[in-house]
Each structure stands twice: as structure tokens, then as C-alpha cells.
């Protein structure tokens, strides 16, 4: 076998592997046997097993014979294109001919029809049979009349039913059959004569199975036009009586004519069903997916009709339904429901049990609660949707859930008393402990869907839950529920929440808890804060800002006002979970006085001794005054006059005080946390001190960021107080505090606008309606009030500015008008304002230009969306339908929306522009670094926490009023210059300083929450610290040395428990963020609150792992790569679009490499289209194969390539393997990092300097087209390499991440410098004493070092030729120039290079909400770690195998028992990548394939073949797991090297 670089001198046919190129003969899906040996029954086979093969096949053919026609749009094509001349002509000719066929046929059905009419003998029958099957084959549809469908109708019945030869019988039934596919009306005539009986009767009786097989194809036919007849007659249990017999496709065609039957089951209908229920529920029991969801289809249809009638819900329970469908909701369930069927088999349960306390009682015993335990705890509450944005009859999975738990409780209020309600009130007081679990299973789990920012519909669901089980818990019960969780702080947030739904029912449940043990539940209400929330309701201020309109939008279909008013009652949130009685109107059962006055009745009757004393606890108290004391301390540690170090002893102690207080044993309320103040004094002690040197203040707060630091590290001298407990008090703070609001756009149908402000063109959403009205008093603008204007409302306010300005400036205001009404273009405009030398255009006139030639240039519709700092709410990407503007929009990236420049939507740039004009929208001055969609977003949040997109948003006219900015701020503007530039100077000290700059900059700074803001203050400090425990501990043992605490230099070495990064991740925010990245305005065109955008930039560890990479791609792609097409696209766990399934819009590029020069390939490639947003596809020189498996396997080559030793790009100290070829890979624990180059070395060992910035560059490239097409690289980069990839900068406390020796040498020699500055402050002496600056018993000099970088003699840190030799007074010097080589200038160019190829791909800043870890996991994807049960999860077994196959069992124990070589080479050669996408096998699309490969010969002599592209096995039946490994272990070492077809 040669080597995987080297051509194969094989056949196709003689590889061992057959390996890998897909082919469309090779989705050839299992077929019934065949009935008769004929052509006509090859050629209905051939139809249907293509029909087949689309439906039944989750792959896409790859091969270069199936390429789709969006491939072939983008290669050369050798045959040209037909014009529209020829396609006519060619239309013509087909219909000539299929008119003269007509007519030969109709002379022949005349003969056939005759011969049978004529009863002749057995032979002359069949023949006309054959004949009549052959006719009806390639009978065009609709050409026959109703005569003949009448005519072949009894004649063809009657032989099917009375004849005895099965030949006959078979292809009458079959002529049948074909009559259906030809004539739309046939089973009308087919029914009218018989034909429903007949075929039952077969059915009944089987004497062949051909026959069988064949009457139910026929009968499926029938039934999809005359299912009433099929139900009349019996044909439902016809088809199912026998159903076992038939092979699995067979099972399809009988199952789908129930569904036929039960789809247009009539309302009194179920009687006639009934039997068959026992046969369906045995058939969920069944593996296959299509059988299972039809049959549950059907249960689902019967119930529907049944649901009215209790004995029928009754019966279908004793027939075991519930017994029988309940697995298939349980996590444990190895059959994958699709989601429609999944929400409509919940639906199921629902019915049976709002009518039959049967069905409840079957639940409870069924352990339901723990089911719904399950479910919760693993869905994404953000997918969850309204009821009104419900798609084919199906509610979302979480809506569905809370309905089932609100029919299995009783009613609440006028239905209390029905009879069903006191049934199942009677069942609870003789099971108790079934629903005592049901509480204790789900109480939390609804607590913390509440809490994590779920929609407004599933709030009130679980609120509605939880005050139904309270209502009807008994006492003791809640007693023993209060002690697993904290009702009253969940009371307290909820009551600190502005929808009225959500208000009234918190204040339902503390009323009854207060009723029933007030005893326990009075003191945690007082200490929650409860009693200053339901004040705060009795506050007439605060009471009208939280009471919304009693139908929230977000409910509501977004169709028109009309349709709005009408389904009123369906959008209010009473009757989200039931529908209102028919005999009323369904208005809103909340009022104006509910509110305040059942929160009155609250106060009065049980707070009534706390209205005239302080509500405040001891521990409140004690907190509040710790808090007056750190920041008394504060001020006094600004006393001049008083040592430094006295005020920080005092601070530190009463630092401990409040640490020792958060973490004692004594536990502290959100409400007391918040309210004591401690939050806002930590603050004021990290940020706030005032000395004259602002370097000196820069020092001294680093110096309180490292001793607050200290607290939680492990030390001798004092206590460690345990940092998570911190962070999770202030996680739940700021879950309670924040009110960051939601608006969704799920209504809104996105259809094209034309925006003509302000640049006039065609957009893919929806524009906003804006009046521009002159300010009052204003007399230096004219009016420009005349007509309403569609403005895109993603641009600035600047862009508006642009297009506004010269029309409302008084002087030129005629001149304007005219040129308006010749229709001058804004690039005109621009140039007239230039000409008149306007100093405001000058500074961007020339990019406004460019860019906007651009957009009159291209044709096509073009949406660009661009991401920055000026522009906080609108996401970087590109949306375009041509292939040729794709190229020219990224030809320059340092001046196109990818460079370092801002920019906000349109190309324009407001950040050296002097403002205008100013707007105001209801008196309210606009932020004009906001977008104008989010300046309305923010005037409608003032007054609503949750909007939806109704129609109103976009139907409304916003008047908005502008007015000239005042001159006299000129000064103030200079002031603010000086300001900026004085903060960039301090900036600088920071960085200088150390870490802490990096830890405190970019905050959020115009937060309207006070509260807010100081949690993420504290909260940014802590995730700093937990990131920098080994630099601060490295510093303080450094410290320690200096003063001789520590003696021992291996004393030295940092050891640090960082708690876990996923402790600081915030879930409701994180919630909130994800059903914003849902929503298909923010999808399309990357609009998102500016909230989201700020948070992600200065907190993004608050986002989820998952929520943050989709936020990346949607910041750094736009809709192209983000964008669902349809509901059947495949997204993974992270909301990613799955690797194999590109968007439809995202054109291909085909790229033809050759093996033996991967890397010169790549850089062609790279050339060409790096700039370009298509994903690129691979195709190998002389090989067949291509898509997915070989661009993967690309992708790979390219890596193992960058790996190589001697191209002089990575550090050469590292272990070596000998690969195939002679050729060495670098190996390092640690991971590759940038090896340092001399600015005086051109080349070293005949390696140019300039080439290894070229191969940079490529690197680069590669990295980011990666990302770009979602493939996966296998290369191991060092975490020190990722932060400088992420924008990061490295100190010396990084160097141990690549080379742990040498970073704990330099801590060392650092530690004996400081020793030495530490000895000659306190002495006053010019040296010291040489035994004190030995390094480990050796003096400096005497270790004979040199000014060369460490293992690098050719690289000299000084500029003299010969380097001199290192003792203690350059020691300082020495490590400085160590680590100015290792991470600093010696590889700056390279790190430049990298980013130079990177940007022009995508903007390397969007990577900056990612972590380390992240950005790997990301780029390099899983190692092949999986157990047995993600095997089985995540595997599909088809075409003659089964989970229960012994060769898949056999298959699955050889592949856990491979070693970690093993398992990366099958990896590769089934998925063309030895490593797993991000999210491991569940994220594999299409799913790992496991089918039966047939062979003539011997099964034990053939190997396994595959087809990457598909992520398809073909694996032959072995005769024991021994031959198994030794094929499958020879297979996938040797089959590697190119692709064929297998």
C-alpha cells in the first residue's frame, strides 16, 4: 500500500477500503422483495426507489457524477446554456410527442380492454394485464378520461376478487394502483365499484404476500382521496391485522393508510377506530422512526375526536396508551421524535388528561413529574415560543409541558367545583405522596425557569403550576418543600417584575402561603424583601410603571390591527393555558384595582406590625454599617498625612469582616446583599483613589485589586474565604436587580422595503416610517415636515444626518429641493457640500464616496451590517444574491467594513464628526451611537419590560424632532479631547502597570441601574482574579522572597484552584440573549439591543459557551452563515449551522488541489478566494471524490503540513515523530507556539525570514476560513498563542504556558531581583551580599550565561557582537530582554503577519468574546472521546442493521476498545477528520450511518467502505467481533490517501 501522498497504482476495485468518494448508486435503501419479475415491476421499483431514497436517506450526495446544480453555477460549464428559444422549441416537441402518443395509446387500452371484457383464456389475460400495466406505467398523468377509468374499474375489481391465479390477481391489483397515479378521480370509481372491499378481503385472508404487499399500495392510494369509504369498510384493521409479516418499507405503506383514514377521521368517527388502538400502541414500540411517528399520529388524530367523550378517554387508557407512549418522552428513548410529533404527543396526554381522571392517575403512577424533571433540565427554554407563533398545529415543546401540568392539577376558581376537578382533588388526598412528588420534582426545576429569562408565556405557565400546587399542598407538605427551596427570594424577584399576569399570581401564592403557615413563611418574607416589593405596588408612582396593557404584544400574531382585535382573548395571558368559556368574550380577568388591592390585603393582614417600624433585618444592619466603614475608610486613606500602609492594614481587616460575612454560616438574602450597600463600597474601594500622581493612582489601585485578590488565595497567614460563594451572591443579585428588555420580532415576516433614507435602496426587512419635523424656535433650518419616509432603521443617526443635514440648511435649502425633485444621488449632494469646502464632510468624504459607488454599482440586493463601538447594536456581516460582488467586497479589507475602521451600517463614520443637528422622539433626546430602530427600542422599554414585534412597531409613524446643535460647546468639545487623551495616557500607565487594565476596562458605563452596574464592577473584578490566580500568587511569593519570608526558591511555584468559568456565567442573561439570536430581524440583518452588544464586549463571561460562539458567528458573518433557510435545517447545540448542510445562501467555490503540495495549494486557494464569503469545497487531482469528506481531510493535510519541523514558524525545542516521507512533527505538551526571531537575522538554516512570515500570513488565512466554513483544523496551538489570537497581551507570567521551564528560570531570576532592589532600599548600600543573590547555592556569574535567548545561541538579546556575560547588576536586564525575545518583538512580525491573513477573511476582533478554551473547542474541534451510550444516541442504523444487530454490537464494543491513535484514524476515515466537531457525534450532519454491505462472495474477506460526505459506513455482516477489528483496524490505517468511488 503506498503512501497516502502518492498516487495509487490500483484499480478502483482492488482497494482495500474502497475508499471514499460518495456516489448517488450508493443511497440505494432496502426494498420488499420483488412481486413479479418483469420490466414494468423493475421500472415501478426503480420510480419508487428513488422516491425512496429522497426520504428515507439523511445524506447528500457528493460525488462529482451527483453535484448539485448551485455547484455547478460556479464552474465553467462545457455545454453552454439554453436560451429561452431553444427550451420552447424543445417544450414544443415533447408536447407533439406526447400527443401522438395519446392517441397510439388510446387505441391501445381500447384492444386491452376488449380482451379482457372478452374473458378469454388465462394466458390472453395475463397478457393483457402486462400490456395494461405497461400502458398505465408510461401513461402521462391526466390523460385518461373518466370513460376508461370507468370502463378498467369493474373489470380489473373482478379479477382482483374472484380470480384464483395469483399472477392475475397481482397485476390487476397493480393496474389498480397505476390507475390512481395516472387519474386523480380513479378512487372515486374504484370506490363506487367495490374496490375497498375487495382489497380487505385479500388482506383478510392472506394467501400470498406479493399480493398482500401489492393491495396495500393499492389501498394506500385510495385512501389518501376516499378515506371515509376505507373507514366504513374495515380497512384500518385490515392493513394492521397482519402488519408484523411485512417487511419494514411494507409496514410504511400499510401504517400511512391509517394515517390517510385517521387524518379526515369524522367528528362521531371514533367508534369505528377503536379496535385498532391495541395495534397502534404496539407499533411505538417499534425502532423505526417513521413507523412510530405515524402511528402516534393517528393516536394523536382519534384522541382529538374522542376528547368530549370520557368513557372513550377512559377506554383508550385501559388500551394502554399512556403505558405505551409515555418512554417516548423520556431522555432515555432511543427512538428521536421530530419536534412536531414530540410537542403533538405531549398534546396527546394532555387531552386524555383534561377529560378521564384515569389518565391522570395512569401519569402519576407512571412517575410523569420525574419525566418533566428530565425535560426541563435539558431544553433550551429560549426555543420556546408563544402560542400564537404556534406552526402546524403544534405548540412548542415548553408550552405543551405547562399545559400538562396544568391539566393534571385541579382547577382553580369558578371550575373548582367541576366533577373531574373533584375527582382529581380526591385522588391527591388518598395518594399523597404521589403528589408530594410532583412538587418535589418540579417546584425547583419551575423556580429556575422563571428565573432564567424564559419568555412571558412560560412564566406565567410555571407561575400558574406552582400556585395551583401551593393551593391545593396541605400544611406540612409545604413545610417540608421550603426547606429544599428558597420560595421567598424567588417571590421576591418575581414581585420585582412590571407585567400584571406575573404580579397577581406572586401575590396569589404569598397570600396562601401566608395563610397556611405563617408561622414559617412571615420571617423569610421579611428578610427576602417581599414586604418592601408589595409596598412598592401600593406606591401610586411605582405601581403605574409596572402595570403593561393587559395583552402583551409578544402574544400576539403580528397579521394586522384587525386580526389583532379579534384574537384579543387569545393573546392575554389569562388564557394562555386555557381557552376562555364560549359564553365570554375573553376580556382580561386582571383590572386596575387587583393589584393594589390584594397587595393591601397582604400588607394589612399580615405585615400589619412592620408598616410603622424599620423593615430591616440584624443582619441588614450589620452589613450597612460594614459598608459605611470601608468607604469612611476610603476617604480617610486619601489623608496625605497618614501612611499608605496604615489605612490599607484597616481597609484589609474590615475586608475580612465582610468576606467572613458573605460566607459565614448565618445565611444573607439577595434583598439584604443588595440593600446593605457592601456591592456599591467594594466599588468604591477598587476604583476610587485619589492621589496627584495618576501613575501613583493607577499603582495604588493595583495594589488594592492584589490584596482584594488575596482574600481567596490560599495563604498561611489567614483565612481563605471561597470565592464562588461571592460570585454566586452576585449572580443572584443581578438576576434580581436587572431589568435588560426583551423585544422579539417572532410575528414579523421579513419581506423586501425600499429604505430611502439614507442612501436609498432596496433592504430584506422591514423600514420604519419616520416624519422629520423642525424643532421649535429654530429659524437657521427649514422645514422638512412635507411627506413620511421610509428610513432603514439599522443605520446611525449620523447616516441620517448625512442625508438630512443638507436639506434642512436654511441657505441652500431651495437648491436642495430642486436637485431632490431631479433626482440627484446622495454621492452628488456629498460633492456639492464639499465644494463649498464644509469642514464636517471633508474628514470621510472620500470612504462615504467609495462606499457608496459601491452600492449603486452592484445591481443586486445587498444588506451590510457592520459591528462597532460607535454603533453598539448593529452586527457586522454581509447578505448578497451575486457571486461577482462577493470578491470586490472584500478585495480591500483595511478599508471595507472587515478593517480596524468603525463603522456603522451604510459606511459611515461619526467618530470625528462634529454633530449637526440633534434629535428628540417625544421630548426625549436620541443617543446617536445608537441605531434609530434601537433609539425607539429604548423609549418603548421605559414603559415595558417585554414588546413584541407587532405590527405596530413597524405601521407606526415616529415623529421625530430636530433641532441645530448649540455652537457655544465648542470648548467643550476641545475639553473632552483633552479628557480622551488623558485617559488614553492613563490607559498606557495601565498597561504598563500590569493585568489590571485589562481586568477593569471596558465597562459598561451609561447603565440606568446603579445596582447593575456595581455587580458588574465587582463581578468583572472577581472573573479577573479567578483568570490571574497564578500572576497574583506568582507575585506575591515574589514578594515574599524579596523580604525574605520565603528562602527556598522552589517555595516559589504557584499552585492554583480556580473555580470553574461557567460559575460566572449569568443564565437568565444568557437566556435572554439566546431568544434574541432567534429572532429572525436580529438573524437577518444582526440587530440586536445594545444591551447585548455591551455586555458581550465588556462582560462576555456572563453569555453561556454555546450563546457566545453563536454570537461570534452572528457578529462576524451576518445571515450568510447564520441564517436558517427552512425549518428542516440542521442546527447543532450551539445554534450552529451543522458541518455538511451550508446555507442556501452561501454560494460554493470547488478548488482543485494536489497531495503532493498541500501547502502550495493552499496558498492558491487562499489567493483567490480568502477575501470572498463562499465556503469553500475541495476536489484531489486525478480523484473522483469531493465534498465534505475531502475538504475535511484538507483541512487536516494543511495542519500536519504547519506542523512539520525546519519551516522555522514554531518553537524547535520541542519532541519530534518521524512521519511518512522522512518528515518530522513537532510535538509539544504545552502546545506550538511562534518561534522568536532576531530583527537582525534574515535566514537561519536556509530559512528565509520572509518566508516564514508568508507562511504566517497562510496560517492565518487557513484559521479563519476554517471558522468561516465551520471546519475543523488539527493543530495543537499553546494557550499563550490563543490570547494573543484573541487580542490579548503576554507577560511573563504567560511564558510557562508554552515552555514551563524556562517561565519558572525567569520567575526566579525576577525574584532575585526583586531581592536585591528589596535589600538595597532597606540598606541604602550599593550592592549586596553575594550569598543573598545566589541562584540555588550558584552565584550569577558563575552560571556563565550570555546575552543569546535561551536555546537559540544565534539570537543575540544585546547589540553587541559578542555578548557579554550575565551577573548581578544585568540580571534585571537580562530577563527583560528573555522575555522581549520570547513573546515581545522577536515574534511581533510573525503575530502581525497572522493577523494580516486572518483580517482578510474576517476581522480577528469579533474572536474577543471568546475564551481560550472556546476559541480551540471551536477551531480543532473534540478529541474521539464517546461512551456506549452516545454511540447508540447518536448513531443511525439502516439498510439491514438495528441497534440489536450482532455485527453493530460487535462494531460498538471494537470502537470503545480502540486507543486514542485508534480512534483518531477512524474518525478520519469516516469523517475525513480525525477529530470531532464542536458538540462531539451529536453534532455530526448527517449522523454517523451504519449500513449492511452486501457482497457475493465471502462476508469475512470483504472490508468496510465509506462515504465521508455522508458520514456513511458500509459494513459487512462479520462472522465474529475478532474479524471485525482486523478488517476495520486494516481499513482505516491502509484505506487512506484519496478518494474513489466504492
Known sequence: MGSRGQKRTESVDDLPADKRACSSLEFKPSSSNSLVQNPISLLHTANSTSEAREGDMDTSSCSASSRSESDDGDKDSAYGSCDSDGERRSNNIMREYQRGRASVDHGKFKRVLSSLSQRGDQSGTLAALTELCELLAF?????????????????????????????????????????????????????GHGA????????????????????????????????YACLLEGAIMAVLTYIDFFSTSVQKVALSTVVNICKKLPAEGHPLVMEAVPALCNLLQYEDRQLVEDAITCLIKITEKAQNSVDVLNELCDHGVIAQATHLIGLKCRTTLSTPIYSGLIGLFVKLASGSTRAVQTLFELDISGMVKDIFSTYDLSHAIAPSQVKDGYCGQVHEVLRLLHVLLPALGRNQNVQINLDKQAFFSERPDLFQKFGKDLLPVLIQVVNSGANLSVCCGSLHVINKFVYFSKPEMLLELSRDTNISSFLAGVLSRKDQHVLIVALQVVDILLQKKPDIFLSPFVKEGITFAIDALLTPEKRSKSSLRRCSSSQLPNDSSQKIATRNALGCMCYAFHPPPASESGTCEIDETSIPNLAEHIMKKYFAALLNHDKGTDILHDLRSLASSLNDMNILSMDKDTPYSQHEHMIHMILCQIMGKVSGREPISTFEFIESGIVNSLVNYLSHVEVRDRCSQINYMERRFEAFGSLFLPSEEKEEFPLSVLVEKLQTALSSVESFPIFLNHGMKLRNSYANIPYGRCTSYPCLKVQFIKGEGETGLSDYSESVHAVDPFVSLAAIELYLWPRVRLHINREVKDKDERGCTLSQYLQDMHSEGNDVYDLHLNTVLSNLQRFQEDNTTLSCKFISRNNPGVIKGCSETSNNSVGNKQSNPSTSSEGHTNSNTGCFSNEHTTPKLLYYLEGEELDRKLTLYQAILRQKVKEEHEIGGSAKLWNQVYKITYKRECRQGSSNGHYQIVVDKLKNKDRMCWQQASFFSSVLSRLVSDLENPHVHDILVVLKTLEGINRSQFQILSQKNIHAYAQGRIDNLDNLRAVVSAIPQNEFVNTKLTEKLEQHMRDPIAISVGSLPSWCVQLMGSCPFLFGSDARCKYFRLAAFGQLLSQPQSSSSHFDSRGLIARGQNSGVVPRKKFLVCRNFILESATKMMDLHARQKVVLEVEYDEEVGTGLGPTLEFYTLVSHEFQKWGLGIWRDDYITKLEEGDSRILISSCGLFPRPWSSRTNSINGVEFSGVLKKFTLLGQVVAKALHDGRVLDIPFSKAFYKLI?????????IHLFDPELGRTLLEFQSIVERQKYLKSITGEDSVVGVVLCFRDTSIVDLCLDFTLPGYPEHYLSSASDPQLVNESNLEEYVNLIVDATIGDGISKQIEAFKTGFNQVFHMSHLQVLSEEELEHLLCGERGQWTENELLDHMKFDHGYTASSPPIINLLEVI???DHEERRAFL??????????????????????????NSGGCTDSDLPSVMTCANYLKLPPYSSKETLRVKLLYAITEGQGSFHLS
Open 1286 to 1294: 484573541l487580542g490579548q497581551e503576554l507577560t511573563i507570567y504567560d
Open 1468 to 1493: 478520519q476515515f469516516v469523517t475525513g477528520a480525525p477529530r470531532l466537531p464542536p458538540g462531539g457525534l451529536a453534532s455530526l450532519n448527517p449522523k454517523l450511518t451504519i449500513v449492511c454491505k
Open 196 to 227: 375497498v372491499p375487495t382489497l380487505c378481503q385479500r388482506l383478510r385472508a392472506i394467501e400470498y404476500l406479493d399480493v398482500a404487499e401489492q393491495c396495500l399500495q393499492a389501498l394506500e392510494k385510495i385512501s389518501r382521496e376516499q378515506p
Open 1456 to 1458: 470503545q476498545e480502540f
Open 139 to 191: 401513461c402521462p398523468e391526466g390523460s385518461l378520461s373518466n370513460l376508461v377509468v370507468d370502463s378498467f374499474s369493474p373489470i380489473l375489481i373482478n379479477l382482483a376478487k374472484n380470480e384464483i391465479n395469483p399472477d392475475t390477481i397481482l397485476l390487476s391489483l397493480r393496474a389498480i394502483t397505476y390507475l390512481c397515479d395516472v387519474h386523480s378521480r380513479s378512487p372515486i370509481f374504484l370506490v
